[in-house]
T-cell receptor, first 111, second 113 residues
């Protein structure tokens, strides 16, 4: 069964304190790994898609990387506006329609 | 370009009442999805429509029905609401049925008393 585990569940950082969020997955034939940001009371907002091990993507203070078993979302010098829940999802080779989501990491960045 | 829109934003029902959640997208996407999000659980797929005229069950379809009204609109119906259906419901769409990004609406927060 396809599975996604995100860690930590919650992370508190000081402004400027860099860190990484982890998404480990077990799937049969990865077709894509997606990162979303979700603010309270809002829908998930797309950040990145990664398709193969070794791939990296960057957007402002965020960088996503992918290996064969996990993905990392690196946050460099975060600001309070980066506070949100970050969701990871995978799409596997069997059942193209379905994204399997992790439960997310709640990030709080204090000024 | 509004993206994916959902109505209503909030709803309170009594057990046994029925209601329909509406979703529309203006991105000319072919595939549309309904998810529910509960505390401590990831987003779970209820139903999806790979293209206009088709619908299929997802992971948690019991107690729900859907209608793909046209290419733009995909509705979710609760025929007889139960407290276990208290959740936040999200609609999503994507261009094709495979591989590319799903874009989400703002959600409907439903409480069933």
């Amino acid at each position: 069964e396809d599975q996604v585990t995100q860690s930590p569940e919650a992370l508190r950082l000081q402004e400027g304190e860099s860190s990484s969020l982890n998404c480990s997955y077990t799937v049969s034939g990865l077709r894509g790994l997606f990162w979303y940001r979700q603010d309270p009371g809002k829908g998930p907002e797309f950040l990145f898609t990664l398709y193969s091990a070794g791939e990296e993507k960057e957007k402002e203070r965020l960088k996503a990387t992918l290996t064969k078993k996990e993905s990392f979302l690196h946050i460099t010098a975060p600001k309070p506006e980066d506070s949100a829940t970050y969701l990871c999802a995978v799409q596997a080779g069997t059942g193209f329609q379905k994204l399997v989501f992790g439960t997310g990491t709640r990030l709080l960045v204090s000024p | 370009n509004a993206g994916v829109t959902q109505t209503p934003k909030f709803q309170v029902l009594k057990t046994g009442q029925s209601m329909t959640l509406q979703c529309a997208q203006d991105m000319n996407h072919n595939s549309m999805y309904w998810y529910r999000q509960d505390p401590g659980m990831g987003l779970r797929l209820i139903y999806y429509s790979a293209s206009e005229g088709t619908t299929d069950k997802g992971e948690v379809p019991n107690g729900y029905n859907v209608s793909r009204l046209n290419k733009r609109e995909f509705s979710l119906r609760l025929e007889s609401a139960a407290p276990s259906q208290t959740s936040v419901y999200f609609c999503a769409s994507r261009l094709t049925s495979t591989g590319d990004t799903q874009y989400f609406g703002p959600g409907t927060r439903l409480t069933v008393l």
